[in-house]
């Protein structure tokens, strides 16, 4: 370990475990969050909104709106039109005389008796027969004859105000021009206009056209009134606060494809196998090295509890084996019990990071480790373990033979946890502790290896320090994406 990182720690200078873990929640927060608003019903509204506004269509619909005008529209034709007709002279005449008191008057007496009778007499005293019949008397007889009466009569109601009216009006200008327009095709034409400029269609388009406002009353302007909304709202500004957060750049260059929080009440078999996996895989059950003092309990010596992975060593009686590798399988009674988990059956990494977040006693004879390891025991590659000097990482060749890619860290404070970091690339290999890089190498990693976690016993046990607790808080693994 660097003086420089020792200094730092003993200074308080590193990150905490604690506050890597707040930084590491708040980053799955983001993410979460970005993801469940980049599934949410609100974006999509937002990206069908924004489409459609964008659209060809709708611009097209815009333009066609705001480019309406009033003047040289054929509705403006059709109302000018009617107005040319209204002024028209014969048109004013129609008008004036409809419904005046002497066309009424003249409509009483055509279809009153008097002009009846007029005319009657009229025909009488115009005829021919009449006129001889006139001739032929001098007028002193002529005022004694019947003939003398009707004449009067007739004179009598042609001096009469109905017959005068009568007489002087329908030979007038104004009446004649009348009766000329009622039967005009002009003035069908202005009822047909009338009825057309007049319909609520026709007055709401030309209302609609000189309506300088009638774009920001469409559909489409309610459309961009929803889109400028939602744009400026909490929703989207915390949106893009959030996709332009450099921090989510670490998702799109990396996936997490290892991830244990311990969070069920019982172990994953499935996942973690509580045994020593070359042991298992060559015998069938777990054995101990010779040197070491405790015997694999299995299942009995985990314990799952407030989303906490703790392996115990305890001091018990148990029969087991340990590997002499002259002899090989030995039985051996033991005086301690330990634990050992392996993933070997569910997960397994060749290049990548390995990190857990972990917290154990150091002692010179109780060993906390994890590691990763293949097919062959060897090469391994130690996350980090606790040994009598402190804590060791890096990689070991051989079994009782470390390599010289291995490095000490003295001066932890057990009664914290760390986060122990490996970070695999390209033949590379960098170890941190709480963030900060103690340790690198070079190496080749020929084939992917799998996690081991466990504790062992080496040596005289210092029964006080028993039972003896290594507590696994999270363990995880990051992969490039393709």
């Known amino acids: ?43 999509k509204h937002f990206a069908d909104l924004k489409n459609l506004i964008s659209s060809s269509s709708f611009q097209q619909k815009k333009r066609e709106i705001e480019s309406v005008q009033f003047s040289g529209s054929e509705e403006e034709n059709l109302i000018l039109e009617h107005k040319t007709l209204i002024r028209s002279g014969a048109i004013k005449n129609y008008k004036k005389l409809s ?18 009778k007029y005319v009657e007499l009229q025909k009488e005293v115009e005829s021919a027969v009449f006129l001889k019949r006139k001739s032929d008397l001098k007028k002193k007889e002529f005022l004694k004859t019947p003939d003398y009466l009707i004449l009067k009569e007739y004179t009598q109601l042609r001096k009469s105000s109905d017959i005068s009216f009568w007489r002087k009006f329908t030979r007038s200008e104004s009446y004649l021009s009348y009766l000329k327009t009622a039967e005009s095709k002009e003035l069908k034409h202005l009822g ?117 992975l703790s392996l115990w060593t305890k001091r018990e009686k148990l029969h087991g084996s340990a590997w002499n590798s002259t002899v090989g399988l030995v039985p051996k009674q033991y005086e301690y019990s330990s634990a050992i988990l392996n993933c070997a059956n569910s997960f397994r990494i060749k290049e990548g990071v390995l990190e857990a977040k972990v917290k154990f006693r150091i002692d010179a004879t109780i060993t906390s480790a994890i590691s990763l390891t293949g097919e062959r025991p060897f090469r391994q590659i130690d996350l980090f373990r606790s040994t009598k000097n402190g804590v060791s990482l890096g990689i070991v060749e051989k079994q009782d033979s470390k390599s010289s ?78």
């Not at 990182?5 to 506050?19: E, H, N, Q, T």
């Not at 055509?110 to 009846?116: E, H, P, R, T, Y």
């Not at 078999?269 to 996996?277: F, V």
């Not at 990693?445 to 006080?464: A, D, M, R, W, Y």
């Open 192 to 308: 047909e206009l009338t009825n057309m400029i007049t319909a609520p269609e026709f007055t709401d388009r030309v209302s609609y056209m000189k309506d300088k406002k009638r774009f920001e009353k469409s559909e489409e302007y309610k459309h961009i009134l929803s889109f400028n909304e939602l744009d400026k709202g909490k929703f989207m500004v915390e949106y893009r606060k959030l996709k332009r957060a450099k921090e989510l750049d670490f998702f799109e260059k990396w996936e997490v494809s290892f991830e244990e929080n311990f969070t069920d009440k019982k172990l994953d078999t499935e996942r973690w196998q509580p045994e020593n996996y070359l042991g298992y895989k060559m015998a069938g059950f777990s054995f101990s090295q010779k040197d070491e003092m405790q015997c694999y309990n299995g299942l009995k010596n985990i314990e799952l509890n407030n989303n906490t």
């Open 99 to 116: 419904g005046s008191d002497k066309l009424l008057r003249l409509q009483n007496i055509l279809s009153g008796s008097v002009l009846k």
């Open 1 to 43: 370990m660097s003086i420089s990182f020792r200094l730092k720690y003993a200074l308080g200078l590193i990150p905490s475990a604690d506050a890597l873990d707040a930084k590491w929640e708040k980053l799955i927060k983001m993410r979460d969050d970005l993801g469940s608003m980049e599934n949410s019903a609100e974006l």
């Open 405 to 482: 890619k291995y490095a000490r860290i003295n001066g932890l404070n057990d009664q914290h946890y760390h986060i122990f970091r490996l970070e695999m690339f390209h033949n590379k290999l960098v170890w941190k502790v709480n963030g900060t890089e103690v340790y690198r190498t070079n190496a080749h990693i020929q084939e992917p290896k799998f996690i081991n976690l466990l504790t062992s016993l080496h040596g005289v046990v210092n029964e006080h320090l028993l039972p003896h607790r290594f507590e696994i808080d999270w363990i995880r693994c990051f992969v490039p994406k393709s």
